[in-house]
C-alpha cells in the first residue's frame, strides 16, 4: 500500500470524529467570532455593527465589570484553596490505614454527584431556617448568616461548595503522590529529614506537575464557573454578589436574545483564559520540577 | 486463600448480575405509545408545566382530541427558566412546536424578531369579535404588539391578598373589617407577626413587596399607555417604593430575609407557606384557590384585592401575566394549533373552555366563559375566585409593558426594589439608578439598530 492510500485509510478511520469536530466544535467558533461583530438575535440574519459589541461592553457595561470582577475574585480565592485542600488530603488519603479505600471512596464521591443535584442539596443545606448548617451552628449559640440571601455570605457560599468538589482532584494528587519514588523518601530518612522536611523538600517538588496541572484545569474551570450560580442564584445574588460572567454572558444570550453581543462577551472571556493559561505556563520553569 | 478468592468470584457475579438485571430493564421496558390516534394530522404542543400541572394539560389536550377526528394534541413538557430557549433553538433547526404556551412577558421580543404569527391571519371574522371586542381588555392586550395579536390566553394570573381568617381571630381581628387601605393592611401585618425567644419571625403577618405589581395600587405603574411610553421616575413610584422599603425597614429586612428564604417553595404542591400557616396575609396569584381546595379544603381563608393607598389610590388594579398560546412563525400545522387554541381559550364551545379553565384555577380570556353554567357552578365552589375576577375586568387592572425587552426591564425592576429594601440606596436612588440603566440600555439598542 503507498503512502497515499495509508494516509487515506487513517483519514477515514479518524473522519468521524473530524467531521463532528468541524461541525459542531470548529465552525461554531470561527462563526462565533463574526457574530461578536453583529447584532443578532438568533431569528433574523445578523447586522454588522463593527466593533459595537466590544466598545459597549468594556466602556459602558456596569454589569460586564461587575460580572468579570465577581469572577476573577472566584478565580483568586477558590484555586488556590482547591489545590490546598486537594493536596492536603490527598497526603491525608495517602496513609495505608485500615478502610483506607472507603476513606477515599467516601471523598471522591461527591464529585462524581451532578451539579444540579448537589447544587439542590446545598440549597437545602444553606436554608436560614431549616438547613443542615445553621442548625448546626445554632447548636453552638450562633445565629447563621441567610448565607444564598446574604450579599456578604452567597459568594462564600459558592466558595464553599466547591471545596466540596475537591475530590475529583484529590484522585490526581494521590496518583502523583503514589509515583514518587520511594528511594527518595530512604535517602531523605538517612539525611536525618524529619517529616515536615520530606513534605517540604521531597513530596511537594515531586508533586508540582501534578499541581501544575490542577492550577490550570482549576484557572479554566473558575473563570468558567456557572452551574452552581445559576441554579442557586440564578439572578445573581443579592446586589450581584453571585454574578458571574458565564451567568451574566447566558443572561444576555439567552434571556434578552442578545447574540452578537453574547458571543463578544465569550471572545473577551476567550481571551483571557488564554492569557491567564499562559501565564501560568510561563511561570511553571521556576516552580514545576520534572526530574524523577 | 481461598476464602478470598471465593469472595470476588462471589462479588463479581454479583456485578455481572446487577449489570444484566440492569440492562434487561433498560431494553425491555415498553417504550410509550408515540401517538394515540396516529391516522390524525399531528399538532405538537409544547407548555411549561411539570408535575401535577403537567398532567392537567395533558387532560385538557385529550379532552380535545376527543371533541374532533382531524388532529391530535401531543403535549409536550418543558418546564423551566430555559423554556424560551428551547423553543428557539426548536425554531433555529427547523422543528418548532406547532404551539406554544408561552409568558406573554416574552411575547413583545419574538414578535419582533418576526418569530410569531399574527394569529388574526387563522381567524374568522367571529373569533375577531370575540378576540377584539369580546376579550377582558388586559387580557386581549397582554397578547398584543404592535396592533397585532400574537399571543392568546390559556390561563392568565392576577395576584390579590390571601388571608388567613384564623390568625385574624387570633389577633381579635375581623375578616369583615378589613382594611381598606394599604396602610390599614400594614396596621394588621404588624398584629399579626409572631417571633421566637430571640426574637427571629416564626410567622409573618404580611409583607409589602412586589414593586411592579403594587405600583398599580399607587398610579400607573411603569409604562404610560397613554404615552405609549415606559415612566420610571413618576411620583407615585416613588411613593409606592418607599412604602415598601418602610414597611421592611419595621419589621427588620434581615428578619424578613431570613424568615421567608427558610420557607418552603410552595411548587403548588400543597407545600404552599400560607397553607402551612407560615404567612397571615400574603400576596400570590389566583391558582392557589384551585390549590387550597386539593390540599386544605377546610381552610378558612378569604381572598381581598389589594386595597389602595390612603392618598391617590387605584382600587382592583394590578398587572396580568400567565399562559399565552403562540404559533411560530414555522409552524407546520398552524390552523390544527389555532383550532386547539380556539377549543382551550373560548372561540369555540364556551362550556369546553370552561372546563379547561377551571382545571388549572386560571383567569379566561373572555367574560361569556365566566357566564357559563360550568364557570358559575366552579365559582360557587370556589368563591374566592371571585375577587380575581372583579380584579380583571377593572380598567386599572393592566397588561405588562409591551416592550421588546421587557426581561431586562424587569429584571432592573427587580433590582432595583432588591438595593432598596436593603437599604443600599435610598428608594429615590434605587428609582433614578433605574432610570438610568434603563435608558442606557435603549440607547445601546438604538445605535445596534433596535427599533425600540
Same mark, same amino acid.
Given at each position: 500500500?503507498?503512502?497515499?492510500?495509508? $494516509?487515506? %485509510?487513517?483519514?477515514?478511520?479518524?473522519?468521524?470524529?473530524?467531521?463532528?469536530?468541524?461541525?459542531?466544535?470548529?465552525?461554531?467558533?470561527?462563526?462565533?467570532?463574526?457574530?461578536?461583530?453583529?447584532?443578532?438575535?438568533?431569528?433574523?440574519?445578523?447586522?454588522?455593527?463593527?466593533?459595537?459589541?466590544?466598545?459597549?461592553?468594556?466602556?459602558?457595561?456596569?454589569?460586564?465589570?461587575?460580572?468579570?470582577?465577581?469572577?476573577?475574585?472566584?478565580?483568586?480565592?477558590?484555586?488556590?484553596?482547591?489545590?490546598?485542600?486537594?493536596?492536603?488530603?490527598?497526603?491525608?488519603? $495517602?496513609?495505608?490505614?485500615?478502610?483506607?479505600?472507603?476513606?477515599?471512596?467516601?471523598?471522591?464521591?461527591?464529585?462524581?454527584?451532578?451539579?444540579?443535584?448537589?447544587?439542590?442539596?446545598?440549597?437545602?443545606?444553606?436554608?436560614?431556617?431549616?438547613?443542615?448548617?445553621?442548625?448546626?451552628?445554632?447548636?453552638?449559640?450562633?445565629?447563621?448568616?441567610?448565607?444564598?440571601?446574604?450579599?456578604?455570605?452567597?459568594?462564600?457560599?459558592?466558595?464553599?461548595?466547591?471545596?466540596?468538589?475537591?475530590?475529583?482532584?484529590?484522585?490526581?494528587?494521590?496518583?502523583?503522590?503514589?509515583?514518587?519514588?520511594?528511594?527518595?523518601?530512604?535517602?531523605?530518612?538517612?539525611?536525618?529529614?524529619?517529616?515536615?522536611?520530606?513534605?517540604?523538600?521531597?513530596?511537594?517538588?515531586?508533586?508540582?506537575?501534578?499541581?501544575?496541572?490542577?492550577?490550570?484545569?482549576?484557572?479554566?474551570?473558575?473563570?468558567?464557573?456557572?452551574?452552581?450560580?445559576?441554579?442557586?442564584?440564578?439572578?445573581?445574588?443579592?446586589?450581584?454578589?453571585?454574578?458571574?460572567?458565564?451567568?451574566?454572558?447566558?443572561?444576555?444570550?439567552?434571556?434578552?436574545?442578545?447574540?452578537?453581543?453574547?458571543?463578544?462577551?465569550?471572545?473577551?472571556?476567550?481571551?483571557?483564559?488564554?492569557?491567564?493559561?499562559?501565564?501560568?505556563?510561563?511561570?511553571?520553569?521556576?516552580?514545576?520540577?520534572?526530574?524523577? | 486463600?481461598?476464602?478470598?478468592?471465593?469472595?470476588?468470584?462471589?462479588?463479581?457475579?454479583?456485578?455481572?448480575?446487577?449489570?444484566?438485571?440492569?440492562?434487561?430493564?433498560?431494553?425491555?421496558?415498553?417504550?410509550?405509545?408515540?401517538?394515540?390516534?396516529?391516522?390524525?394530522?399531528? @399538532?405538537?404542543?409544547?407548555?411549561?408545566?411539570?408535575?401535577?400541572?403537567?398532567?392537567?394539560?395533558?387532560?385538557?389536550?385529550?379532552?380535545? $382530541?376527543?371533541?374532533?377526528?382531524?388532529?391530535?394534541?401531543?403535549?409536550?413538557?418543558?418546564?423551566?427558566?430555559?423554556?424560551?430557549?428551547?423553543?428557539?433553538?426548536?425554531?433555529?433547526?427547523?422543528?418548532?412546536?406547532?404551539?406554544?404556551?408561552?409568558?406573554?412577558?416574552?411575547?413583545?421580543?419574538?414578535?419582533?424578531?418576526?418569530?410569531?404569527?399574527?394569529?388574526?391571519?387563522?381567524?374568522?371574522?367571529?373569533?375577531?369579535?370575540?378576540?377584539?371586542?369580546?376579550?377582558?381588555? @388586559?387580557?386581549?392586550?397582554?397578547?398584543?404588539?404592535?396592533? *397585532?395579536?400574537?399571543?392568546?390566553?390559556?390561563?392568565?394570573?392576577?395576584?390579590?391578598?390571601?388571608?388567613? @381568617?384564623?390568625?385574624?381571630?387570633?389577633?381579635?381581628?375581623? %375578616?369583615?373589617?378589613?382594611?381598606?387601605?394599604?396602610?390599614?393592611?400594614?396596621?394588621?401585618?404588624?398584629?399579626?407577626?409572631?417571633?421566637?425567644?430571640?426574637?427571629?419571625?416564626?410567622?409573618?403577618?404580611?409583607?409589602?413587596?412586589?414593586?411592579?405589581?403594587?405600583?398599580?395600587?399607587?398610579?400607573?405603574?411603569?409604562?404610560?399607555?397613554?404615552?405609549?411610553?415606559?415612566?420610571?421616575?413618576?411620583?407615585?413610584?416613588?411613593?409606592?417604593?418607599?412604602?415598601?422599603?418602610?414597611?421592611?425597614?419595621?419589621?427588620?429586612?434581615?428578619? @424578613?430575609?431570613?424568615?421567608?428564604?427558610?420557607?418552603?417553595?410552595?411548587?403548588?404542591?400543597?407545600?404552599?407557606?400560607?397553607?402551612?400557616?407560615?404567612?397571615?396575609?400574603?400576596?400570590?396569584?389566583?391558582?392557589?384557590?384551585?390549590?387550597?381546595?386539593?390540599?386544605?379544603?377546610?381552610?378558612?381563608?378569604?381572598?381581598?384585592?389589594?386595597?389602595?393607598?390612603?392618598?391617590?389610590?387605584?382600587?382592583?388594579?394590578?398587572?396580568?401575566?400567565? $399562559?399565552?398560546?403562540?404559533?411560530?412563525?414555522?409552524?407546520?400545522?398552524?390552523?390544527?394549533?389555532?383550532?386547539?387554541?380556539?377549543?382551550?381559550?373560548?372561540?369555540?364551545?364556551?362550556?369546553?373552555?370552561?372546563?379547561?379553565?377551571?382545571?388549572?384555577?386560571?383567569?379566561?380570556?373572555?367574560?361569556?366563559?365566566?357566564?357559563?353554567?360550568?364557570?358559575?357552578?366552579?365559582?360557587?365552589?370556589?368563591?374566592?375566585?371571585?375577587?380575581?375576577?372583579?380584579?380583571?375586568?377593572?380598567?386599572?387592572?393592566?397588561?405588562?409593558?409591551?416592550?421588546?425587552?421587557?426581561?431586562?426591564?424587569?429584571?432592573?425592576?427587580?433590582?432595583?426594589?432588591?438595593?432598596?429594601?436593603?437599604?443600599?440606596?435610598?428608594?429615590?436612588?434605587?428609582?433614578?439608578?433605574?432610570?438610568?440603566?434603563?435608558?442606557?440600555?435603549?440607547?445601546?439598542? *438604538?445605535?445596534?439598530?433596535?427599533?425600540?
Amino acid at each position: 500500500m503507498n503512502k497515499f492510500k495509508e $494516509n487515506l %485509510v487513517g483519514w477515514a478511520f479518524i473522519s468521524p470524529w473530524v467531521i463532528g469536530f468541524l461541525i459542531f466544535t470548529a465552525f461554531p467558533f470561527l462563526q462565533s467570532i463574526y457574530l461578536s461583530f453583529t447584532r443578532y438575535d438568533i431569528i433574523s440574519a445578523p447586522q454588522w455593527v463593527g466593533l459595537a459589541n466590544y466598545r459597549m461592553l468594556l466602556f459602558e457595561d456596569e454589569l460586564f465589570w461587575k460580572s468579570a470582577a465577581v469572577t476573577i475574585r472566584y478565580a483568586i480565592i477558590s484555586v488556590p484553596l482547591l489545590v490546598v485542600a486537594g493536596v492536603a488530603l490527598a497526603i491525608l488519603l $495517602n496513609n495505608e490505614v485500615k478502610g483506607i479505600a472507603i476513606y477515599r471512596t467516601i471523598f471522591y464521591l461527591p464529585s462524581i454527584v451532578p451539579t444540579v443535584a448537589s447544587s439542590v442539596v446545598f440549597l437545602w443545606i444553606l436554608n436560614p431556617t431549616t438547613g443542615l448548617v445553621n442548625n448546626v451552628l445554632r447548636t453552638m449559640g450562633i445565629q447563621g448568616p441567610a448565607w444564598l440571601n446574604d450579599p456578604t455570605w452567597a459568594f462564600y457560599s459558592l466558595i464553599m461548595m466547591s471545596v466540596w468538589h475537591v475530590g475529583g482532584s484529590m484522585v490526581i494528587y494521590l496518583a502523583g503522590l503514589k509515583d514518587i519514588p520511594a528511594y527518595l523518601y530512604e535517602a531523605a530518612t538517612i539525611d536525618g529529614a524529619r517529616p515536615w522536611q520530606k513534605l517540604r523538600h521531597v513530596t511537594i517538588p515531586m508533586m508540582t506537575p501534578v499541581i501544575f496541572f490542577n492550577l490550570v484545569m482549576g484557572v479554566i474551570g473558575a473563570f468558567q464557573y456557572f452551574t452552581q450560580a445559576y441554579v442557586m442564584t440564578p439572578n445573581g445574588g443579592p446586589q450581584d454578589s453571585t454574578l458571574f460572567y458565564s451567568l451574566y454572558l447566558f443572561r444576555r444570550a439567552w434571556k434578552y436574545l442578545d447574540m452578537g453581543y453574547a458571543s463578544a462577551m465569550a471572545w473577551v472571556l476567550f481571551l483571557v483564559i488564554v492569557v491567564m493559561t499562559a501565564a501560568v505556563f510561563r511561570t511553571q520553569k521556576k516552580w514545576v520540577h520534572y526530574g524523577g | 486463600m481461598a476464602d478470598k478468592t471465593l469472595g470476588k468470584t462471589i462479588a463479581r457475579v454479583i456485578l455481572v448480575a446487577i449489570l444484566v438485571v440492569g440492562l434487561g430493564w433498560m431494553f425491555l421496558t415498553p417504550t410509550p405509545k408515540d401517538r394515540k390516534y396516529p391516522d390524525r394530522i399531528p @399538532v405538537r404542543f409544547w407548555h411549561r408545566w411539570g408535575g401535577e400541572w403537567a398532567e392537567v394539560v395533558a387532560r385538557i389536550a385529550e379532552r380535545y $382530541n376527543q371533541s374532533q377526528t382531524k388532529y391530535e394534541v401531543i403535549p409536550l413538557s418543558v418546564p423551566g427558566a430555559t423554556a424560551d430557549a428551547k423553543f428557539m433553538t426548536g425554531v433555529i433547526g427547523g422543528d418548532p412546536p406547532d404551539v406554544m404556551s408561552m409568558w406573554n412577558g416574552a411575547i413583545p421580543n419574538m414578535a419582533a424578531s418576526n418569530l410569531l404569527t399574527p394569529l388574526e391571519t387563522l381567524m374568522s371574522p367571529a373569533d375577531k369579535k370575540r378576540f377584539f371586542e369580546e376579550s377582558y381588555p @388586559v387580557i386581549r392586550d397582554s397578547g398584543m404588539f404592535r396592533g *397585532k395579536a400574537y399571543g392568546v390566553t390559556i390561563g392568565s394570573d392576577l395576584s390579590a391578598l390571601y388571608v388567613n @381568617v384564623d390568625h385574624l381571630k387570633e389577633a381579635g381581628l375581623d %375578616v369583615e373589617n378589613f382594611p381598606k387601605t394599604i396602610e390599614g393592611v400594614i396596621e394588621w401585618g404588624e398584629k399579626l407577626h409572631r417571633y421566637d425567644k430571640q426574637g427571629n419571625l416564626r410567622r409573618l403577618g404580611f409583607s409589602m413587596g412586589y414593586l411592579d405589581f403594587i405600583s398599580h395600587s399607587y398610579g400607573t405603574g411603569f409604562y404610560d399607555r397613554k404615552a405609549e411610553k415606559l415612566s420610571i421616575l413618576n411620583p407615585d413610584n416613588l411613593r409606592t417604593l418607599t412604602a415598601i422599603t418602610e414597611q421592611r425597614k419595621r419589621v427588620g429586612y434581615d428578619k @424578613v430575609v431570613r424568615f421567608v428564604s427558610g420557607l418552603n417553595t410552595g411548587s403548588d404542591t400543597g407545600g404552599w407557606p400560607f397553607i402551612s400557616g407560615d404567612l397571615s396575609i400574603t400576596i400570590d396569584g389566583q391558582w392557589r384557590v384551585e390549590e387550597i381546595r386539593k390540599y386544605a379544603p377546610k381552610m378558612d381563608y378569604r381572598v381581598i384585592p389589594i386595597p389602595p393607598p390612603k392618598e391617590r389610590g387605584t382600587p382592583l388594579s394590578g398587572t396580568v401575566s400567565g $399562559n399565552f398560546m403562540i404559533i411560530p412563525t414555522s409552524a407546520r400545522q398552524k390552523e390544527g394549533a389555532w383550532d386547539f387554541i380556539r377549543f382551550w381559550s373560548g372561540f369555540g364551545d364556551l362550556e369546553a373552555s370552561a372546563q379547561c379553565y377551571n382545571d388549572g384555577g386560571w383567569l379566561p380570556l373572555t367574560p361569556k366563559v365566566v357566564e357559563t353554567k360550568t364557570f358559575e357552578a366552579w365559582l360557587n365552589e370556589n368563591p374566592q375566585f371571585r375577587a380575581f375576577i372583579s380584579i380583571l375586568g377593572s380598567p386599572t387592572c393592566r397588561p405588562m409593558p409591551p416592550v421588546p425587552y421587557l426581561h431586562f426591564l424587569n429584571d432592573q425592576i427587580g433590582r432595583a426594589e432588591d438595593r432598596a429594601v436593603r437599604g443600599t440606596v435610598t428608594p429615590e436612588e434605587a428609582l433614578n439608578e433605574l432610570e438610568r440603566n434603563v435608558k442606557e440600555e435603549l440607547r445601546k439598542r *438604538k445605535e445596534l439598530g433596535y427599533r425600540d
